[in-house]
């Protein structure tokens, strides 16, 4: 879902409580998609992977986080601020205050 053109994209967001998730739903069946949360508020947010708990009409079963800006390897020193997580199984992620991260996600089996 990477390669340019390769992936329909679906961008949802909350103004209020400064949050955007995109989806990037591969039009090949091979592919898994990726679902990037952003949190661009000074608080800590818990979002859902998926609006509705699927991504383009399959129910999530799993998630990968693929990368996540506040990883201990992006700060300074090594020193990670308060990690992004999964929270709920793998259905909702706690987001840390001005980060991103992306999880790729597959379908329920």
């Given at each position: 879902?990477?390669?340019?053109?390769?992936a329909?994209?679906t961008v949802?967001?909350?103004?209020?409580?400064?949050?955007?998730?995109?989806?990037?739903?591969p039009?090949?069946?091979?592919g898994?998609?990726?679902?990037?949360?952003?949190?661009?508020?000074t608080?800590?947010?818990?979002?859902?992977?998926?609006?509705?708990g699927?991504?383009?009409?399959?129910?999530?079963?799993?998630?990968?986080?693929?990368?996540a800006?506040?990883?201990?390897?992006?700060?300074?020193g090594?020193?990670?601020?308060?990690?992004?997580?999964?929270?709920?199984g793998?259905?909702?992620?706690?987001?840390?205050?001005?980060?991103?991260?992306?999880?790729?996600?597959?379908?329920?089996?």
């Amino acid at each position: 879902a990477l390669r340019p053109g390769d992936a329909d994209v679906t961008v949802e967001h909350d103004e209020a409580a400064g949050w955007i998730r995109m989806t990037l739903s591969p039009r090949e069946a091979s592919g898994a998609p990726l679902i990037v949360l952003f949190n661009l508020s000074t608080e800590r947010r818990e979002l859902s992977l998926a609006a509705d708990g699927t991504t383009d009409g399959m129910t999530i079963g799993s998630a990968t986080r693929i990368f996540a800006t506040d990883d201990p390897a992006f700060a300074p020193g090594g020193k990670g601020r308060a990690n992004t997580e999964f929270v709920q199984g793998n259905a909702r992620v706690a987001v840390a205050p001005f980060a991103a991260a992306v999880f790729k996600v597959e379908p329920r089996k």
